[in-house]
């Protein structure tokens, strides 16, 4: 894509939704990372609907670590590898109490070492969190960055490091958002919403989908 067509890419997404956000519910840094490594392989909504109660009683490593893996498995046991999910958000909250004081770290290498987080969780804390000009490649950003030529890849990471390189200020802090929620809402996976959207001329993507019989 070129640079005129990326600044065009984003400058429209921008004025549709100047302000976007993560569509999963946290109240500090550390329910944040709770929250993200909850939502692998499964919705934010469903993460949501746990975490709600889940948060009213741990919203801080000490007090997940009072709730005891069991007692969190009770709260998530709706959410895919629940299991899993349990043990790690239990052994990365001690980690955060025994070597970083209680506090989420800021740094990417700092948020790895956790268990049960990688760099796509990474670059979200700390992107929301810590206002880290970070591009946390999900499903949809791979997607919508391939189908648009935006920055194409073939593995997260490097689609990752494009966005990295193509993407300009002042669209940098927002971006990950902005095609997150386009390739969830728009730019679907198995019948993208071409029709509606509004930077269809801008994409690669072919054969444009065109509407429903009746719209």
Request: net charge positive.
């Amino acid at each position: 894509m070129k640079r005129a067509d990326v600044v065009e890419f984003y400058a429209r997404l921008a004025e549709a939704d100047p302000h976007p956000q993560t569509e999963l519910a946290y109240c500090n840094a550390y329910t944040l990372v709770v929250a993200v490594a909850l939502s692998a392989q499964s919705t934010d909504v469903g993460v949501n609907k746990v975490t709600a109660r889940l948060f009213e009683i741990a919203d801080t490593p000490e007090k997940m670590l009072a709730l005891g893996e069991e007692g969190l498995k009770a709260h998530i046991k709706t959410i895919g590898l629940f299991n899993t999910k349990a043990r790690n958000i239990i052994a990365l909250s001690r980690m955060l109490v025994d070597e970083y004081g209680g506090q989420v770290p800021h740094n990417r290498e700092a948020l790895e070492r956790l268990p049960g987080v990688g760099r796509k969780t990474a670059n979200v804390v700390m992107n929301v969190a810590f206002d880290a000009e970070t591009f946390a490649v999900d499903t949809h950003i791979f997607r919508v960055c391939n189908r648009t030529r935006l920055a194409p890849g073939k593995t997260p990471l490097a689609v990752e490091l494009a966005l990295d390189q193509a993407t300009p200020r002042p669209f940098r802090r927002h971006a990950h958002h902005w095609l997150i929620l386009h390739g969830r809402y728009t730019c679907k996976a198995r019948r993208p919403e071409c029709w509606r959207c509004i930077v269809a001329d801008l994409c690669a993507f072919q054969p444009k989908t065109p509407p429903p019989q009746g719209c």
